[in-house]
């Protein structure tokens, strides 16, 4: 991989690519391991799935994975698979475009929104001080993914540190567990002016849930994150005839390199 000079891992199915990434074997180290390598140093792009093995953190991993799922890691996220529901639940919806430079093209060019395409996609629902937030959506969980959400939120309450967490089976938890809407309450004005960010993580790794939003249960999630030259989306950029934040990418690699050269 040392000839090139920039990487793009795509969506897919993070559980079968981690099993393959740590399994196969070249040159003495396994895929995951070059990559990490390569991760460390140069440009990456992770969409969908991608954005996943990215993540330092995950929950909602396949419940059939004996050590969970496995990650590339480098983005300091807590990610959410299948937060947006299954495959049959894949959707478009308008998402923030890429960030403008500082040529009076690209500002013209981003001032639209993006046509973010989802496909059984996951979501950020916490990101560390050091990343830059590129794009939030307002979107309810899927009903697994409420259930996750809902063990997550008790682990946190009772101070534990997540950093992989299975899926909650729900069928098999349907009997017992009733499911609460949590409607977030109307601020004061007071609280307003203050504002905290929630989606901020503490350097101990203590994780701050965005809550519901008002008289629904939707929540407010990061589905575009940076951090120096490492990128990720939770939507298929790929999908669409819209090739800005392909664009953006492509700056990203020019500019590492002209690092490197210079």
Known sequence: MEDIDGIVLPG?????MGLIGTASVHDGKNVWE??????????VWGTCAGMILLAERCVGASAVIENGQSLIGGMDILVCRNYFGSQISSFEMATP???SSSSDEDAAANTTT???????????????????????????????AAVVLNELETK????????QMGVVDALERDQGLHYKVVVKPHETEEEKKEGTDETDNDRDGTISLPG????????????AVQKNHILCTAFHPELTEDYRWHSYFVKMVAESKNNKAS
Not at 114 to 120: H, K, L, Q
Not at 131 to 144: H, M, Y
Not at 212 to 223: L, M
């Open 34 to 43: 070059a990559l990490k390598e390569f991760t460390a140093t140069k440009p």
């Open 114 to 144: 993006y046509p973010g395409v989802f496909i059984r996609a996951p979501a950020i629902l916490a990101a560390g001080k050091d990343v830059r937030i590129l794009g939030k959506v307002v979107a309810t969980p899927c009903r697994q």
């Open 12 to 16: 897919g199915e993070s559980t079968a």
């Open 97 to 99: 475009p890429p960030p």
């Open 212 to 223: 519901a939003a008002d008289g629904s249960n939707a929540r407010e999630v990061i589905c």
């Open 156 to 163: 946190i309450k009772n101070g534990e540190k997540v950093i």
